[in-house]
């Protein structure tokens, strides 16, 4: 399976409720798809590829408002090696923290997803 490293990236144009996410993975991805675990009730705001965004669709957790997630629509396939930032922000505008990140398998979407 592919390999996925992330990071919480620093940065000063980010209110205290919102985090970039910055992750790549080590393979291609036919329908790239992620979620993310949070500290506290969060949604996806944007995604993007190599710093283009528009092509995602967020989605939250089943029954679950600490997980949020996205797949992109473009580009398909996700090349390996590519930096996808992703950006979160808390539901209740509190600081938030990232607790765990991980790929989404293509059958736990939605159909309309994949």
């Known amino acids: 399976p592919p390999k996925l490293t992330w990071e919480v990236e620093k ?3 980010l209110k205290p409720h919102q985090v970039m996410i910055r992750l790549k993975v080590d393979r ?5 798809a992620f979620a993310a675990r949070c500290d506290r009730p969060c949604t996806t705001t944007m ?6 965004t528009g092509g995602f669709k967020a989605f939250q957790g089943n029954n679950r ?6 797949t992109f629509t473009l580009p398909r ?5 590519h930096d996808v930032y992703w950006n979160i922000e808390s ?3 509190s600081p938030l923290a990232i607790l765990e990140v991980e ?4 059958e736990s ?3 309309e997803m994949r």
């Open 11 to 13: 940065r000063s144009d």
């Open 28 to 32: 291609s991805l036919e329908i790239p």
């Open 47 to 52: 995604g993007g590829a190599n710093l283009m």
């Open 65 to 70: 408002p600490d997980v949020t997630g996205f």
């Open 77 to 81: 396939p996700l090349g390996a090696g």
């Open 91 to 93: 539901n209740d505008a």
């Open 103 to 106: 790929i989404v398998p293509p």
């Open 109 to 111: 979407l939605p159909p």
